[in-house]
């Protein structure tokens, strides 16, 4: 029987030869020596990019996870690469520490969500990749790499973001903080109000996002801050609750779409305001059961209210069959080689389409839009670019391809999609 992988959304499939999941660190080097090639790394499949696709070998992580060791006074802590974020919350819950900032999907693996940039929201809060203060790779040539904040800067920038394509990450440190609680409130207000209210609103909080609803003309606006309060109770999600109702309407009345949007703002009207204290590992993550493909572009933050306004004309002019909210967030700059958030403060816009359906035409459709304005694309969301395009948003990628080649010198790591992305023959 053939080896299948597929990510999470199905829109990626692999059948290499071999599916491996080492459960230590000499028998992931005697793969990387010995294993079919090209050799890729698997998270947990919420990527909608190729990154994973291979003819040869796929490695699963997932034995590879738990806490190593922790500081508690430099609240830090060494974590495998393949420990998953939901279970990562609660460890480090437990040794009195948390994570910055997140976004809102605790299933990837970290490893994953370090090689990928994935990142919450929040002008002063940087990507997890921000995080690292020590990495172990192991590189293409079989062997255990460690490189420190301290020493090996230049490095750390260099494969902190690393597409599974600088070696395979298999422990890091992580520079956290002591637990907290966050108040969280949600409220809608008019498109038009948040788009022109855009910097305000994203600046006055420690960590903001808002998702505007396609046909609506309205956002739901998402607001965390400290609080030293006592918890209270997190009200019941109602994401998938509301999904179902704007795919039933998107089904129903695509091409009515002024009826579609007064019925979505009466059931928008339905929604309670919310408001409530919890432990930072109680707020951040959404139960996320209506799978979905997403494109998500980094664009320079004061872009972002136009490049929106522009997607939102397309989508309700061209493409009725989108139903899915669009979520607005921000990222604070840093300096990692290939990060999108490259010495600038950023604004990342995301758009989503059902995996039932084909989402190809509305990505390609939009896609003109993010990179007209500067975008940076997200590295394991949908885009299209190659290395020509992708060496003109990154000053430091021919140093990054440096690095690359000196810790993969025989392309163990480089699959088909990975050569037409970094350029390499």
Known sequence: MSNIWSNWSGFVSAEPKLIASPGDAGELGDLVRTAPGPVRVAGAGHSFTPLVKSRGTILSLERLEGLVSHDAQKHQARVRAGTRLGALMGILQGIGQGLPNMGDIDRQAIGGAL????HGSGPTLGAYHTQLETVRIIDGLGKVRD????????????????????????????????????????WVLPITEMLREFETMMAAHRSAEFYYIPFSGYAQFIASDLSGAAPTARPPEEDESGLRTLRRLRTSLAWLPSLRGRLILGAIAKLPAEDYVQDWLNVYASDRQTKFNEMEYHLPFEEGPKALAEIIELTEKRFPEVYFPMEVRSVAPDQFWLSPFY????????????????????????????????????WGKMHSLKAADLKKLYPRWDDAMAVRRDVDPQNRFVSPYMAGLFGIE
């Not at 090689?115 to 994935?118: E, H, I, N, Y």
């Not at 490189?147 to 394509?165: E, N, P, S, T």
């Not at 950023?346 to 390609?364: E, Y």
């Open 343 to 378: 010495n600038r403060l950023t604004c990342s816009i995301a758009i989503h389409h059902d995996a039932a359906n084909d989402p190809l035409p509305f990505m390609r459709a939009a896609e003109p839009i993010f990179r007209r304005y500067g975008g940076r694309p997200h």
């Open 147 to 186: 490189f420190k904040r301290a020493g090996d800067q230049d490095m750390i920038h260099a494969i902190g973001v690393a597409l599974g394509a600088f070696g395979v990450l298999t422990e890091v440190t992580l520079n956290n903080i002591a637990t907290y609680r966050l108040r969280r409130r949600k």
């Open 115 to 118: 090689g990928t940039a994935t």
